[in-house]
């Protein structure tokens, strides 16, 4: 049973990484997914094209070994480290998305927080959605920025280099990267109108947050990886 739902996980991975592309939130080889499957975590290899990637070649990463020692005839994802990072950090997350979607990685060239200009801001758990400090891919300083950026948050912008998104599933995290690059390309319409977006005050957002913990979108559907 644990090896049937371990190679379900990986088809669904590349699946998912196959649709971000076709989709347009991701080009080539640059972004990469992970999901948590109790110690272990499965995440995507580095620099193989994802219509050329098997099951076999999903990555894993044991949490509760030496940190950063893996298993599989591939290396993993160069960012595997912020991916274990906020696994060990935050017990929620089941699953994380990184891509290089054209308009939140515009606004995260630009070092730009997506204030609350719609409440959709709240399906990332807050009145904004931060954009992180710049670090160089793969670094240990770049991890440390995404655990403050993702601090109570679900997705968040990487600065000069894309965005990440989180859920309880890969379901999840996927939906939610969806919806922070058409968050981000708004915002982005937006200001490029002269005006300013009328932002919703910190307590219209929660109240929003609330509500979509109690039935909204994704949290209608079933829990699936």
Not at 120 to 136: E, L
């Amino acid at each position: 049973m644990k090896e049937d739902k371990n190679l379900q996980t990986r088809q669904a991975i590349i699946a998912a990484c196959l649709d971000m592309n076709a989709t347009g939130l991701n080009q080539g080889t640059s972004g990469n997914i992970s999901v948590r499957m109790d110690d272990e975590v499965l995440i995507t290899p580095t620099s193989l094209p994802y219509s050329e990637t098997e099951p076999a070649d999903i990555v894993s990463i044991a949490l509760n070994n030496e940190y950063g020692s893996y298993e599989g005839r591939r290396k993993p994802s160069t960012e595997w480290r912020f991916h274990i990072d906020t696994y060990l950090q935050r017990p929620d997350i089941g699953a994380m998305v990184h891509t290089h979607s054209i308009y939140a990685t515009t606004l995260s060239m630009l070092r730009m927080d997506i204030p609350a200009c719609h409440y959709m801001v709240a399906a990332f758990g807050g009145p904004s959605v931060r954009c992180s400090d710049y670090a160089i891919f793969g670094s240990e300083e770049l991890s440390k920025n995404v655990l403050v950026a993702l601090e109570d948050r679900t997705g968040c912008l990487l600065g000069t280099h894309g965005m990440i998104t989180c859920g309880s599933t890969l379901k999840e995290a996927m939906w939610r990267a969806r919806e922070l690059e058409t968050l981000s390309h708004q915002y982005y319409l937006t200001i490029q109108s002269g005006r300013e977006p009328v932002i919703l005050d910190d307590d219209h957002i929660y109240e929003v947050v609330d509500k979509m913990k109690s039935g909204y979108g994704i949290w209608n559907q079933e829990p699936t990886h």
